[in-house]
């Protein structure tokens, strides 16, 4: 009976020492943070058909690609005129928009799809391409963790039937009333014995990477 105390002992010992391991990790190494944020040459500029311009006339959304890695609508602003190109890479979800004008691109911004998140830089452009503003949406200060690695952690204590189905920042006020910035991770668990599914919000200090609680949602925070 000792014998298997000590044991559980040891191995709730490794369980704490290899999850505080990995959240340092996370913390010092930011490997899984990046992601490919380029603007092609092709992409300074938009070029649209009689066709594509006819249906923005009448249609607020038109689809240009969907095939199994890469999704492209072409959105007109109601108010603006502006066109947007939202190309969403389905293997990432990460969705990369273009803003153009006359033809000419005047923004972009890149956002995870599963929740909406800004992620990495939001740039802006004068009409000679020159850049004018650069909104950093990473903001590695105050969020050393990053969505990829706070999905990462949440993705140790899923069942592999479960699925994450929306992300986004926020912030925890503790019992000591200090505001901490969060990532809350939403996840879909699938009870196949009792055939029913509950959501659940993870949240993960973003500073850390401890998660400080899971609650139980009714309904898709977005």
Known sequence: MQNKVKIMAILLCSVVIYSCNSQKRFVKNDNLCGFDDDILLKEK????????????????????????????????????????????????????????????LIGSFFSYVKGGENIGKETHYDTDGTITKVIDHRQADKYP????????????????????????????????????????????????????????????????????NKKEVISNPR
């Open 145 to 212: 963790i990053c969505y990829k690695e706070a999905m990462a952690i949440v993705k140790r204590r899923m069942a592999n039937r479960d699925t994450i189905f929306s992300l986004g920042k926020g912030k925890w006020v503790t019992k000591t009333k200090d505001t901490v910035r969060t990532w809350e991770v939403f996840v879909r668990e699938i009870d196949k014995k009792k055939e029913e599914e509950k959501s659940w919000v993870y949240r993960v200090n973003a500073v850390t990477g401890e998660i400080i």
């Open 45 to 104: 500029t938009l070029s649209l058909s009689k066709k594509q311009d006819s249906l923005l006339l009448h249609k607020k959304l038109i689809e240009v690609i969907n095939n199994k890695s890469t999704e492209s609508t072409l959105f007109k602003h109601p108010t603006y005129g502006t066109i947007t190109n939202k190309l969403t890479n389905k293997q990432t979800n990460i969705e990369k928009s273009l803003v153009y004008e006359k033809g000419k």
